[in-house]
C-alpha cells in the first residue's frame, strides 16, 4: 500500500472508548485514529474527507481543553444537512468512524451503557454546517470549514475533465492525482485558518 | 497514551482491495488498499465475535467471489436478511461497509455517474446464511454461513461479565473477563475454516 507521506505525518486523534475497554480490546480503551486510517475507509483523500477529519480534530480539542481525553460514546454530532445531500454522507461517515457516534447504525449498548446509535441527526437547525456536543457537560461547539482560501493548481479542472473522458494519457493521469493530493496537503497546513471552532 | 492491544489483531489475515476512486484522485498509487482486523476493530470501537464474524466473512466471500484477482471497493453488494436497526446486523454492515466500501445511503454519491457508494448495502433480503456478497459488475453471488456453537463461551466468562457490568468485580476479575473474552476471539480466528461456510448461489 503506497501513499503520499503526509497521510503519516499528519496530528492523529486520541481517544477513550469504554467499550473497547470493557471487552479488553484497547488498553485503559485508548484509540487512535489517524488521517491514513480515515483514507482507506473513506476510499479516498479530498477536501471533503480532510475537511471532516481536520473538523473533528479541532472540535475534540476545543470540547475537551480540560485535559481529559475524548470519549466515544460521549459526543453527539448534529448536522445542518440532509443525510443524502451533497457529500454529508462523506462528511459523517468520517465523523462517526472516529467518534464512534452513529445515527442509526453501530452498537445499541450492553444494558444501558457503551451505546452508539442515536448519537448523530441530521436537518438540525443549528448556526454552522456541524456542532459538536459533549454529552457529559453540554459543552457544544460550532465548527465552520471554509478551504476557499487554499486555491488548488488551475490545471486540476483541465485534467479532471481529460480523465472524465477517458482522453488523459497516464502522465496526466499521475499529475492529476498529484496536484489533487497537493491540495490536500496544503488544506492540512492551513489547518488553523480553514477549521473555524466556537463554542455555543 | 500508547494504544495497547492483543498481539492478534494484527498477525490475522489481511484483506487487500483496489478501489479505483483512490487511484483516480492520487490517493494510493495503483489504487491498491489494505485492511486488517486493528483496523475495523478500532472503528468498531471493540472486538468481538460478531466484529471477528463480519471480518472473517468478508475475507472469505472476497476470496472466493474474486479468486487470485483483488476485489474491486464499489463492485460488491452487500445483503443482509434482518431489519439494519437489529444491533448485529447494524455492527456486522458497518464492519462490512468499512472494507467494501458499499454504503446504504452515507457515502460519496459519485462523480458523473462514476464510483458511487451509495445503494450497495440491503437490508431485509430473504436468502439463507448471514450475509450475501454480489460482485456488480459479473452478477456472481455468495451467501455466507457463520455458526460458532462448536467454540463455546467459558461458564466463567458470562459470570464475570455480569459482575463487571454491575461494577461488582475486581480489577482482577476484570482482567480476567477480558483476556477471556479476546481468547474467545482468538479462537474463533483459529477455527475460520470450520466456522464459516461460504457458498456460491
Redesign the interface.
Known sequence: ????TFFDNTPTI?LQ?P??D???????G????SYL?I????????PTVSGAYLTTLKALEALYNDGS?PM??NIFVSFKSD??E?????I??VV??IT?A?E?????G??G??A??NLMDFNAEIGSEVIFKRLDTGKTVEVTYDPSSVGGNPKMQELMGK??QNVATPEE??E??????NRVEAIFKQADKVVTVKEV | MIMNYPTFFKTRPSIQLKDPLQKFLGTFHDGIIEFNYLDIVKNAGHSCPDVTGAYLMTLKALNKLYKDELPMRGNIKVSFNKEYSDDITSVMADVVSHITGATLSLGFRGVEGKFNRTGLIEFNVPFEGNIKFERVDNGKAVTTHYDLSSIPIDPKQNVLMSKVLSNEATVGEEIDFEVLWQRRVEKIFNHASELIQVKSI
Open positions: 500500500m503506497n501513499y503520499p486520541t472508548d467499550l473497547s470493557f471487552l479488553g480490546t484497547f488498553e485503559n485508548i484509540v487512535q485514529f486510517d483514507v482507506k475507509s473513506a476510499g479516498h483523500s479530498c481525553t466515544r460514546g443525510a443524502l451533497g457529500v454529508a454522507g462523506v459523517a461517515n462517526s468512524q464512534g452513529t442509526h447504525s453501530g452498537f445499541k450492553l444494558n451503557n457503551f452508539r446509535n480523465l472524465m493521469k499521475k492529476f492525482g498529484e496536484l489533487w493530493q
